[in-house]
């Protein structure tokens, strides 16, 4: 199914996100966020970034994205150094939550708190940018 933004919305797949095990976790993160988190958090909540419903810590499958908006498909990672050598992981965990049809965008921590308007501008120009709608080979 696609959304008004034509992206892919994977929404008929309903046990595979914010499983019942992992609610803990999405709970205890959401309290321990970063300032980075709270950065990207004050600017898109309550539908104040192109009217679009984020959420925090939502699971897909067994990862917990940062931020995902269901209406576009498309999850917000936000990151520190901790990522710079987990690189195999990150890979592995974006190409299971693409397969779904959920495209993640990367930004890291000293993005949001040295430059947010330019994280502002970056989301904005991927909302607005189609999506490829080429089909994956089998």
């Given at each position: 199914?696609?959304?008004?933004?034509?992206?892919?919305?994977?929404?008929?797949?309903?046990?595979?996100?914010?499983?019942?095990?992992?609610e803990g976790r999405r709970q205890n993160l959401r309290k321990q966020q970063?300032?980075?988190?709270?950065?990207?958090?004050?600017?898109?909540?309550?539908?104040?970034?192109?009217?679009?419903?984020?959420?925090?810590?939502?699971?897909?499958?067994?990862?917990?994205?940062?931020?995902?908006?269901?209406?576009?498909?498309?999850?917000?990672?936000?990151?520190g150094g901790q990522h710079a050598t987990e690189v195999a992981y990150d890979?592995?965990?974006?190409k299971f939550i693409n397969k779904l049809g959920i495209k993640v965008i990367?930004?890291?921590?000293?993005?949001?708190?040295?430059?947010?308007?330019?994280?502002?501008?970056?989301?904005?120009?991927?909302?607005?940018?189609?999506?490829?709608?080429?089909?994956?080979?089998?």
């Amino acid at each position: 199914m696609r959304s008004r933004r034509g992206y892919a919305k994977a929404e008929h797949m309903s046990q595979l996100y914010n499983k019942k095990k992992l609610e803990g976790r999405r709970q205890n993160l959401r309290k321990q966020q970063t300032e980075a988190e709270r950065i990207f958090w004050n600017i898109v909540r309550g539908r104040k970034f192109s009217n679009l419903k984020f959420r925090r810590q939502f699971s897909v499958g067994p990862y917990i994205l940062d931020f995902y908006c269901p209406e576009i498909g498309l999850a917000v990672e936000i990151d520190g150094g901790q990522h710079a050598t987990e690189v195999a992981y990150d890979d592995a965990r974006t190409k299971f939550i693409n397969k779904l049809g959920i495209k993640v965008i990367r930004f890291w921590n000293n993005d949001l708190t040295k430059n947010a308007s330019g994280v502002y501008d970056e989301l904005a120009r991927i909302v607005a940018t189609p999506p490829d709608l080429t089909l994956p080979s089998p």
